[in-house]
């Protein structure tokens, strides 16, 4: 895996750089330290600039509108978009768009007018519902939603949890079981209207993020339309797997970004703190935990960028992508609590952005399948399945 850039590809690293640094982190001095929004007027000018600019809209295929940087680069971008306060949570606060379903990009052609392309265009939001309050690591079996079929309608009755944005969608994606007996191959994909009756957002789920939440969903004989299946009856669990091991590409590259800034703090503070007469630089465990971050920052950048070469092949690239997610996010956290020790006391106040990034990188350790889910792909993969 080559990866010296050319001087165009380091140009959109740059560009990127610069961006977050000189109009994204200025903004967040004014800001709550928990917000994940900016406000309305700064977030219309900078998404201007960012269209400008043709990097709005990164993970839109370019027959859809976006733009031609392939998921190497659009790594590399998510590691750099990543390095502010709000970073984990709602990288630049989505002022680089994106159509943020990427299923809908297999939908027929009716659905694509429907509801991909007001999407692209900002008309309409979606949700992923996918996450069942009996266990949302094992999907396949999990499942408890259940659809039956009644003339041109499904019928759906069931829950989700941890749905982030569904109090705010016009639609969602929803998973639920249409044949008990099939396990995987008995779960279809459903959109559905948010206004559909017996649509409930049951609570709000407060986390670790504190000003963000997530969502808890019933369905209560809800009723939708047939032609509402996205992709096949009964295939609905390939689209819910593909999106997952997709998403731990960038979701790896954040983690990645936080981790970035994290070590670069913590090295421009213990070269000037000076504690007992000298800095705290040349303290030997303030050197190796340095030292420490370093190693943990290189490992989780190669193997993210191993997973996106791999991508950009059209290889198969599950393992380095679960491998990707689980390093990054673990070896992000690690950083991120060094950097912290570093800064002592001022590493837990809200003056710095590091106790927001230690909480976001926690939850980054089950968002997109916890580590232990991780291991359980890379050893299926390497041992070839033969096991349950």
């Known amino acids: 895996m080559d990866l010296e850039l050319s001087d165009e590809q380091?140009?959109?690293?740059?560009?990127?750089?610069?961006?977050?640094?000189?109009?994204?982190?200025?903004?967040?001095?004014?800001?709550?330290?928990?917000?994940?929004?900016l406000e309305r007027a700064d977030h219309e000018r900078l998404v201007g600039m960012t269209r400008q600019m043709g990097f709005y809209g990164l993970d839109i295929p370019p027959e859809f509108g976006g733009p031609e940087i392939d998921i190497v680069m659009r790594t590399l971008m998510a590691i750099e978009m990543a390095q502010h306060r709000a970073g984990l949570y709602a990288p630049c606060y989505g002022v680089f768009g994106g159509a943020g379903l990427a299923q809908l990009y297999e939908a027929n052609e009716d659905q694509k007018e429907e509801y991909l392309f007001p999407t692209l265009r900002g008309e309409k939001r979606g949700f992923f519902g996918l996450t069942e309050p009996g266990g949302g690591s094992d999907p396949a079996r999990a499942i408890q939603t259940r659809a039956v079929k009644d003339g041109d309608e499904w019928v759906i009755n069931g829950a989700k949890i941890f749905i982030s944005g569904a109090d705010r969608a016009d639609y969602g994606i929803v998973f639920a079981r249409t044949d008990p007996e099939k396990g995987r191959a008995g779960i279809t994909c459903f959109i559905v209207d948010t206004n559909t009756p017996g649509f409930?957002?049951?609570?709000?789920?407060?986390?670790?993020?504190?000003?963000?939440?997530?969502?808890?969903?019933?369905?209560?004989?809800?009723?939708?339309?047939?032609?509402?299946?996205?992709?096949?009856?009964?295939?609905?669990?390939?689209?819910?797997?593909?999106?997952?091991?997709?998403?731990?590409?960038?979701?790896?590259?954040?983690?990645?970004?936080?981790?970035?800034?994290?070590?670069?703090?913590?090295?421009?503070?213990?070269?000037?703190?000076?504690?007992?007469?000298?800095?705290?630089?040349?303290?030997?465990?303030?050197?190796?935990?340095?030292?420490?971050?370093?190693?943990?920052?290189?490992?989780?950048?190669?193997?993210?960028?191993?997973?996106?070469?791999?991508?950009?092949?059209?290889?198969?690239?599950?393992?380095?992508?679960?491998?990707?997610?689980?390093?990054?996010?673990e070896g992000g956290g690690r950083v991120v609590d060094r950097a912290i020790q570093i800064h002592g006391g001022y590493g837990v106040t809200k003056d710095l952005p590091l106790e927001r990034w230690y909480r976001e990188l926690r939850i980054r350790r089950i968002g997109e399948g916890p580590s232990e889910v991780q291991r359980l792909i890379m050893a299926r993969d390497l041992l070839g399945g033969n096991f349950h």
């Open 200 to 329: 409930h957002v049951r609570r709000i789920v407060h986390t670790l993020r504190s000003t963000s939440y997530a969502t808890e969903l019933q369905f209560e004989d809800m009723r939708v339309p047939a032609h509402n299946v996205l992709g096949e009856v009964n295939k609905g669990f390939a689209i819910a797997n593909d999106r997952l091991s997709r998403q731990r590409i960038p979701y790896a590259a954040g983690c990645i970004g936080v981790a970035v800034k994290a070590q670069e703090m913590a090295i421009a503070y213990a070269n000037q703190r000076v504690t007992f007469g000298d800095l705290l630089a040349t303290r030997q465990a303030i050197q190796w935990m340095i030292v420490d971050n370093e190693i943990d920052l290189r490992t989780s950048r190669w193997l993210t960028l191993a997973a996106a070469d791999k991508a950009r092949r059209g290889e198969p690239f599950r393992t380095e992508a679960a491998m990707a997610k689980l390093v990054a996010s």
């Open 10 to 37: 380091q140009l959109i690293v740059d560009t990127t750089r610069k961006f977050v640094r000189e109009e994204i982190v200025p903004l967040e001095a004014d800001l709550d330290p928990d917000a994940s929004d």
